[in-house]
């Protein structure tokens, strides 16, 4: 049985991504992962009435990726789901949050030498996020080749990464977690509950978005964001991806 796990190996080669070496490749971003694209079919008003999470709004004509859940019920109104792949890689970024100021982040940034080290926090997800995180640990996206790791400790953590839509027990937990966190520290906001409570937004539970509680300073859009994604916000952190085409 070990020949044949040897032989496969060996005819396979190397599975790792290239990215961040290169573009993520548009196999590497899910059909789930895409947002809707405005056609010349798109219907505004009936669009922000039919979307669960309020992420079209017909006055400003914008979709709002922190409240996009991918449910793709926007499509009866004449949104379209663009799967070219410069429009996908476009549209799912992660984003410097407009609160963080540039030349502050900058600064922490310098902070940063050879590894990054990051504590993941859930505030209420249904693990769809947890499981895209964790499947950064996997041989294919192999985080620990670019001197990221996962640790269990605040006291040991330089970036936080929080998942889910807030909830009422948990906003304590949140606050104490950050403050535990030693300076200079990050945040990042990863998936549209984090960012916006998602489809939770309006339950009795939801406080309000993590970047009410907490500052924040990367936030990752989906439903669930792709791992891809969730590396580029790392990276971004590391100061390893450019900042001027990630600044809304």
């Known amino acids: 049985m ?3 796990w040897i032989l496969r190996g060996i005819r396979k080669g190397v599975l790792t991504t290239v990215f961040p070496k290169a573009p ?3 196999a590497e971003i899910p059909e789930r992962s895409v947002p809707p694209t405005v056609a010349e079919t798109s219907d505004w008003l009936t669009g922000a009435s039919i979307c669960p999470t309020k992420a079209i709004r017909s006055d400003s004509k914008m979709v709002d990726l922190e409240r996009c859940i991918y449910c ?12 070219a792949a410069e429009s996908r890689t476009k549209s799912l970024q992660a984003k410097l949050n407009v609160k963080s100021q540039l030349d502050e982040f900058t600064k922490r940034q310098g902070t940063i030498r050879r590894s990054l080290h990051v504590l993941m926090i859930d505030v209420g997800s249904c693990n769809a996020c947890n499981h895209e995180v964790l499947n950064l640990a996997n041989p294919y996206y192999d985080l620990t080749r670019l001197g990221i790791f996962f640790t269990n400790s605040p006291k040991h953590a330089d970036a936080l990464i ?3 839509a807030l909830n009422k027990a948990m906003t304590d937990v949140l ?7 030693p300076d200079p520290k990050f945040v990042i906001s990863v998936g549209a509950c984090a960012a916006s409570g998602g489809i939770f937004q309006k339950t009795e539970s939801f406080v309000s978005p993590i970047q009410d509680v907490i500052p924040v300073d990367v936030v990752i859009p989906g439903c669930p964001p792709s791992p891809i994604q969730i590396l580029e916000g790392l990276l971004l952190v590391n100061n390893r991806m450019s900042k001027e085409v990630m600044t809304r």
């Open 72 to 83: 793709r019920c926007c499509a009866e109104a004449g949104f379209t789901f663009d799967q």
């Open 162 to 164: 929080v998942v889910g």
């Open 2 to 4: 070990l020949k044949v």
């Open 24 to 26: 993520p490749t548009i």
């Open 175 to 181: 606050k104490r977690t950050y403050e535990s966190v």
